[in-house]
């Protein structure tokens, strides 16, 4: 049972333009949710995150919208550079009983060509 | 401020073996999270950990991985009698202390990637 979902495994955008990765999530007990970005043989890198009292946060050239009647978030870059490219990982937080853990989908490849 | 650190990058075992993954957390967080990374697939959540203690391990198989984080030294992440099923990637996170109206953000180390031949 698939907690959070990237249905795109992958994506091509042109340099400049906008990137746009969605994400599913279906437990309504989330509470905090977070986009890293990881490059081949590397950690996930933090990127950007958003309470689930908010509906946006931005940061520079990345923004992040959740939809929580939707359960849908999704992560615009705008805009999009090489250096974009990247595995992006979309990750719930469950906090109960003083414990944290992070659900993760399994990651949108992201190719931004030149 | 080094970021968290994960050593080795890289483990080789033949099936049967043991291995011990090492993390040591960023200075300042004293939570430890270990999380594995199976080929095509999303980070699972194994353990959670804090000083000494064990949180949470319900993401842990339950016969042959163990984890500790003790009061002195580095987080262990221990697979006994390997299996070809275990080669993935684990990934070890940390955070500053959980407060209650904060939510405080994971940040990984580089992960080890373990091979069982």
């Known amino acids: 049972d698939q907690q959070v979902k990237q249905n795109s495994p992958s994506l091509s955008v042109q340099e400049g333009r906008i990137s746009i990765l969605n994400c599913d999530y279906t437990n309504s007990m989330f509470d905090y949710f977070l986009w890293y970005k990881k490059y081949p043989a590397e950690g996930p890198t933090f990127l950007i995150s958003i309470s689930s009292i908010k509906d946006k946060n931005e940061d520079g050239r990345f923004t992040v919208f959740l939809n929580k009647s939707a359960k849908h978030l999704s992560l615009h870059i705008v805009p999009s550079q090489p250096g974009d490219s990247a595995v992006y990982f979309c990750a719930a937080s469950l906090t109960q009983g003083g414990s944290e853990k992070l659900v993760f989908g399994k990651g949108t490849k992201l190719t931004v060509n030149p | 401020n080094a970021g968290v650190m994960q050593n080795p990058r890289h483990l080789v075992r033949r099936r049967g073996q043991e291995a011990r993954l090492r993390c040591s957390p960023m200075?300042?967080?004293?939570?430890v999270y270990w999380y594995r990374q199976l080929p095509e697939e999303g980070l699972k959540f194994m353990v959670y950990?804090?000083?000494?203690?064990?949180?949470?391990e319900s993401g842990m198989p339950k016969e042959r991985f163990s984890a500790e984080f003790p009061k002195e030294g580095p987080s262990i992440l221990r697979i006994q009698q390997v299996v070809r099923g275990d080669s993935a990637a684990y990934f070890c996170?940390?955070?500053?202390?959980?407060?209650?109206?904060?939510?405080?953000?994971?940040?990984f180390g580089p992960g080890t990637r373990l091979l069982v031949l």
């Open positions: 950990l804090q000083k000494e203690n064990i949180i949470d």
């Open positions: 200075k300042g967080h004293s939570h």
């Open positions: 996170a940390s955070s500053p202390l959980l407060g209650r109206t904060t939510q405080e953000t994971q940040y």
